[in-house]
């Protein structure tokens, strides 16, 4: 965490382990749900600004400037997004969907109007229904709903793939995945291909979507979508064949102590 004075810029940094008991007040307080997560705060110890997962330097630099410009602005913008403010609605929207609280981006993206916000707005709208499905199954009927609407409505066609995924993953959970489900799975496992053969094709279509970050990661969470649709499909040669696959990419990357978020995800496929 990072704590900022408002003319000569000072930074303090805080690194916690969120998994300890002695941190888990703290945890619970600014609502870490990924690991890793980076919040500015600013000289009074409110949040201004958050990131969650691994950040590739040079573009963390550039989102680290911009938060820094605007790290005294947090009560002023919440201010402007109460009165309608799109620009202000924007921001505090993406604050919200970097936190994970999907219900409350929902909320303030639908004061917003541009094609990236609209994209944002419906990935809220999935992450809060998937949250209630979460804690409550009798909202399963309700996220499936979603994911259907979703899937019709994205300008995104990452956004698209993964969502078809999960769609398929709960028509499975729910035992009704049938030859229509099958034929989409399949559709699906080819479309896949065509971006993991195509890594300008990929990072365009990550760059475009809600995903997040994925620099220098895109292939690994390709070949992960992948491995679970062939598992979905039953078969189990081009599931065996994916994970190989996805085991040797993730062994090639050149990973080091120094870049711990960049490890962890390089675990994370390789579990």
């Not at 009074?44 to 990131?51: D, I, L, T, V």
């Not at 944002?120 to 409550?136: F, I, N, P």
């Not at 895109?218 to 979905?232: N, P, V």
Request: charged share 30%.
């Amino acid at each position: 965490m990072s704590f900022c004075t408002t003319k000569k810029i000072i930074f303090n940094f805080l690194k916690l382990n969120s998994d300890l008991p002695e941190n888990s007040e703290l945890s619970e307080k600014f609502g870490i749900k990924a690991i890793p997560t980076l919040i500015l705060l600013d000289a009074k110890g409110n949040e201004s600004y958050r990131w969650i997962d691994y950040q590739q330097a040079r573009e963390f630099a550039k989102s680290l400037k911009t938060a820094v410009a605007n790290v005294n602005k947090a009560e002023a913008n919440l201010a402007k997004a109460k009165l309608g403010d799109p620009k202000a609605a924007s921001e505090l929207a993406h604050r919200y969907f970097n936190a994970l609280d999907y219900a409350e981006a929902y909320k303030w993206f639908s004061f917003t109007t541009s094609e990236t916000d609209l994209k944002y707005k419906l990935a809220s709208e999935v992450g809060a229904s998937q949250d209630k499905a979460d804690e409550d199954e009798k909202a399963m009927a309700d996220y499936i709903a979603t994911l259907e609407k979703a899937i019709t409505l994205t300008t995104s066609q990452l956004d698209r793939v993964r969502w078809t995924l999960d769609y398929l993953d709960k028509k499975n959970d729910l035992k009704a995945f049938g030859a229509e489900a099958l034929l989409k799975a399949k559709k699906l496992i080819t479309e896949i291909d065509a971006l993991i053969n195509n890594p300008k094709l990929a990072s365009k279509a990550f760059n475009e979507s809600t995903y997040g970050d994925y620099t220098g990661f895109e292939k690994d969470e390709l070949l992960w979508m992948k491995e679970k649709l062939a598992k979905l499909t039953q078969d189990e040669k081009l599931e065996a064949a994916t994970k190989k696959t996805a085991v040797e990419a993730a062994l090639l990357k050149k990973l080091s102590v120094d870049r711990p978020g960049e490890m962890l995800m390089a675990i994370a496929y390789l579990k």
